[in-house]
C-alpha cells in the first residue's frame, strides 16, 4: 500500500467534480486500499479520491475508532435526507481547522461496495455525516463552504502562511485530531 499526498485548501483541483467509476478492477482496489493508508496515517475516518487527486467516485469511510469497520462508496449517491444535527466539522484537506456545520442527521445512500455490487443503506450518526461529508468532495465541495466568507478567508490565509512556514523549515503542525 502507498501513502498518498493530500490536496490542502485551497488547492483549486480540490474543486474538480469526480466521474463515476468505470469498472471495479484490481486498478481501483489497490487505490481502495491506498486511500485506506493514507486516511489512517493521518487520522482520519474519511477520505474521497478527489482529495489524493484522483477525480473518480470513490470515497472510504471507517468511523469506528479502532479502525475496525472500513467502509467503501463506489459511485455513491443520497437518494433520501431526514432531519438535521449540526456538529463539529474537520477535514484531512484543511488541517487544524474545525466549524459547526449542519447535515441531515439520516440518509439513504445507494451505491458498489468493494466487491463491485450494489447497495442501499440508511446511515445515521456521525456515519451519515461522513459519507454527505465525503460526497461533498466527489462533487467539488469543501466544509468550509457552509461558513462565512470571513471565516473561509482566516482559513486560507492561516494555511496558506503554515504551508509558507513549513517551506522554510519552522514546525507548525498542528496536533492531529481524527478528522472527516
Known amino acids: 500500500m502507498t501513502r498518498l499526498t493530500i490536496l490542502e485548501y485551497p488547492d483549486p483541483r480540490l474543486r474538480t467534480r469526480a466521474v463515476p467509476v468505470?469498472?471495479?478492477?484490481?486498478?481501483?482496489?489497490?487505490?481502495?486500499?491506498?486511500?485506506?493508508?493514507?486516511?489512517?496515517?493521518?487520522?482520519?475516518?474519511?477520505?474521497?479520491a478527489?482529495?489524493?487527486?484522483?477525480h473518480r467516485r470513490l470515497l472510504v469511510v471507517d468511523v469506528s475508532g479502532e479502525?475496525?469497520?472500513?467502509?467503501?462508496?463506489?459511485?455513491?449517491?443520497?437518494?433520501?435526507?431526514?432531519?438535521?444535527?449540526?456538529g463539529q466539522e474537520g477535514c484531512l484537506s484543511v488541517p487544524g481547522y474545525y466549524d459547526e456545520v449542519e447535515r441531515a442527521e439520516r440518509i439513504r445512500v445507494?451505491?458498489?461496495?468493494?466487491?463491485?455490487?450494489?447497495?442501499?443503506e440508511e446511515l445515521s450518526g456521525l456515519l451519515a455525516v461522513c459519507v454527505q461529508h465525503e460526497i461533498d468532495?466527489?462533487?467539488g465541495r469543501l466544509f468550509v463552504d457552509y461558513l462565512s466568507e470571513l471565516k473561509r478567508q482566516r482559513v486560507r490565509i492561516r494555511l496558506e502562511k503554515e504551508r509558507r512556514q513549513r517551506a522554510d523549515g519552522q514546525s507548525t503542525a498542528p496536533a492531529r485530531v481524527p478528522a472527516i
Do not use: C
Open 137 to 139: 468532495h466527489l462533487d
Open 110 to 120: 445507494r451505491a458498489l461496495g468493494r466487491d463491485g455490487r450494489p447497495f442501499e
Open 67 to 86: 479502525r475496525s469497520d472500513p467502509r467503501v462508496f463506489i459511485d455513491p449517491e443520497i437518494l433520501h435526507r431526514e432531519g438535521a444535527i449540526t
Open 22 to 48: 468505470e469498472r471495479v478492477d484490481a486498478g481501483l482496489l489497490r487505490l481502495v486500499d491506498d486511500l485506506f493508508e493514507t486516511m489512517y496515517a493521518a487520522n482520519g475516518i474519511g477520505l474521497a
Open 50 to 54: 478527489t482529495q489524493v487527486d484522483v
